[in-house]
């Protein structure tokens, strides 16, 4: 039993000590940039949509071109007669809130992506839209 005992604790301090040695590999290599934090994070890009399929006033993904309405020189899209009145005289209706960073962002010039509830959110950016798709 003794000699039982005696191995049991052997191979606990081999163990440990095995495992300590890999936690300092580790270590080194992050420290040596061997191993970078980021590189075991996979990002999936977040696949925008065409402006011209969004209802810019219902803020909907439609599948098919809408109506082109420009407004000082940049095209916004809306899906019936009601939207091109709202989005030519009624400049909040143009504009949206990067989910992302909070900045208000120009649907005309935003990247846009569909939201988990098939619903249109702008984006400053390819990149910020990504972040938030793998946050």
């Given at each position: 039993m003794k000699?039982?005992?005696?191995?049991?604790?052997k191979h606990t301090v081999l163990k440990g000590l095995l495992l300590t040695g890999m936690v300092i590999?580790?270590?080194v290599a992050m420290q040596t940039n061997s191993i970078s934090a980021e590189t075991?994070?996979?990002t999936t890009p977040a696949v925008g949509v065409k402006l011209s399929e969004v209802c810019m006033v219902n803020d909907r993904f439609m599948g098919k071109a809408q109506i082109p309405i420009e407004v000082e020189g940049k095209?916004?899209?809306?899906?019936c007669e009601?939207?091109?009145?709202?989005l030519?005289?009624?400049r909040s209706v143009r504009y949206s809130t990067d989910p992302l960073t909070g900045k208000e962002v120009d649907k005309a010039l935003a990247y846009i992506v569909l939201g988990d509830q098939s619903e249109a959110l702008y984006f400053k950016s390819e990149e910020t839209a990504t972040r938030y798709k793998n946050r």
């Open positions: 000699n039982s005992y005696i191995a049991d604790i590999t580790l270590l075991s994070v996979s095209t916004y899209y809306g899906c009601g939207c091109k009145s709202r030519k005289n009624d």
